[in-house]
């Protein structure tokens, strides 16, 4: 069954990086566009990022443009999102997801609290 | 950018009744509309897709209708497990994929 698991959240200092990963299983990463997808604690759902299957297209939210990347490694089955220049509104779950237009599988997040 | 406005914000409906979720795009988005339940403590799962599609899975007694810039989402007959967040979500016109803010379903 597919099978999507988050990783690399934690709590950062403003102003800093971090690296998260969805490693997935179960289905062919290679065919599927990925999303990242954030909750801020008791808000709503927000789109950060998608990417094409082989990588070559990425589109990122307004508000993460220009400090966020997303990746992936279809070798290695995973999907990244590079995250600088962290302020303290980004802090959220991130959620990765599976496909191009709505979201059929989604992982169960990663807490990301951006503090001093 | 499309907007998505969800109303109510907060239902409250007894076991058995029917719940009624009301989902506006700010313009057409054909019937490019997926709909998501998010539980306690839960990442979302995908109800609803291509406006009236249950997705893998779903019961019966959830159903989605509508095309352009109204949709609705009908839970026939409440179950308490069905208390939750839900959430529309146009994919027509982007970047960026859009959601609605969101209805919380109470079962009293």
């Known amino acids: 069954q597919v099978h999507l698991v988050e990783s690399g959240g934690g709590v950062v200092q403003p102003g800093r990086s971090l690296r998260l990963s969805c490693a997935a299983s179960?289905?062919?990463?290679?065919?599927?566009?990925m999303h990242w997808v954030r909750q801020a604690p008791g808000r709503g759902l927000e789109w950060v990022a998608v990417i094409s299957i082989d990588g070559s297209n990425k589109y990122h939210a307004d508000p993460v443009k220009g400090r966020f990347t997303i990746s992936r490694d279809n070798s290695k089955n995973t999907l990244f999102l590079q995250m600088n220049s962290l302020r303290s509104d980004d802090t959220a779950v991130y959620y990765c997801a599976r496909r191009a237009d709505y979201l059929d599988y989604w992982g169960q997040g990663t807490l990301v609290t951006v503090s001093s | 950018e499309i907007v998505m406005t969800q109303s109510p914000a907060t239902l409250s409906v007894s076991p058995g009744e029917r719940a009624t979720l009301s989902c506006r795009a700010s313009?057409?988005?054909?019937?490019?509309l997926a709909w998501y339940q998010q539980r306690p403590g839960q990442a979302p799962r995908l109800l609803i897709y291509g406006a009236f599609t249950r997705a893998t899975g779903i019961p019966a007694r959830f159903s989605g209708s509508g095309s352009g810039t109204e949709f609705t989402l009908t839970i026939s007959s409440l179950q308490s497990e069905d208390s939750a967040i839900y959430y529309c979500?146009?994919?027509?016109?982007?970047?960026?994929?859009?959601f609605g803010q969101g209805t919380k379903v109470e079962v009293k």
């Open positions: 179960g289905f062919a990463f290679a065919g599927y566009d």
């Open positions: 313009q057409s988005v054909s019937s490019n």
């Open positions: 979500q146009q994919y027509d016109n982007w970047p960026p994929w859009t």
